[in-house]
């Protein structure tokens, strides 16, 4: 599994563009890109995946150049409400159905008024 | 929007004690996890189960450990002798067959088991 690497805090204000940038060096061929979010006391919850290039949903944005060693995720103006853990996770969601995901320590991200 | 469940949301238990936590994937789903989280510490993963047996375990799911879905519904966890270590939440997690889109995992919002 390839390690991931994401800084351990940010600070943001409300309405303000967030981009937490994960480095996974090692990362397969096969491997796609994953966040999730946690707040506390609360179970992880998938943001977005992506491959390559782009990714966009109603929530966030993926950034992925193309070497694929490093990933941003972003997220458009800011609230209070995204205080929260985020999870940069690398795998392969099709090698086996039953994948066993490896969290890091996250990113905390701080939103202040 | 379908959602995992997960009861009884916070569990106390004496230490030796056995616990059942229990979980209702989403209904589709046919690969269901645990994974439990040490307050401050990282998401660690427990266990995976398909088509009614185990797929993959962690060293921390041991013999005090097991699994099982006893209907068409219900994943629990069960922990026969509970330690004071074993204080933590635990998560439920579900996904669809991999061939339908990947294996994006839904968490429930948790069991706190709090060991005394």
Known sequence: LAKT????????Y????VNITCSHNNIATNDYITWYQQF???????????????VTNEVASLFIPADRKSSTLSLPRVSL????????????????????????????LAVHP | EPEVTQTPSHQVTQMGQEVI??????SNHLYFYWYRQILGQKVEFLVSFYNNEI??????FDDQFSVER????????????TKL????????????ARDRGGDTQYFGPGTRLTVL
């Open chain 2, 55 to 60: 797929s993959e375990k962690s060293e921390i």
């Open chain 1, 14 to 17: 409300e309405g303000q563009e």
């Open chain 2, 85 to 96: 270590e074993d204080s933590a939440m635990y998560f439920c997690a579900s996904s669809e």
């Open chain 1, 5 to 12: 690497t994401q800084p351990i805090s940010m600070d943001s």
């Open chain 1, 40 to 54: 506390p006391s609360q179970g992880p919850r998938f943001i977005i995946q992506g491959y390559k290039t782009k």
């Open chain 2, 70 to 81: 006893p209907d068409g519904s219900n994943f629990t966890l069960k922990i026969r002798s």
């Open chain 2, 21 to 26: 936590l229990r979980c209702v994937p989403i």
């Open chain 1, 81 to 108: 409400s995204d205080t929260a853990v985020y999870y940069c996770l690398v795998g392969d969601p099709f090698s086996g159905g039953y994948n066993k995901l490896i969290f890091g320590a996250g990113t905390r």
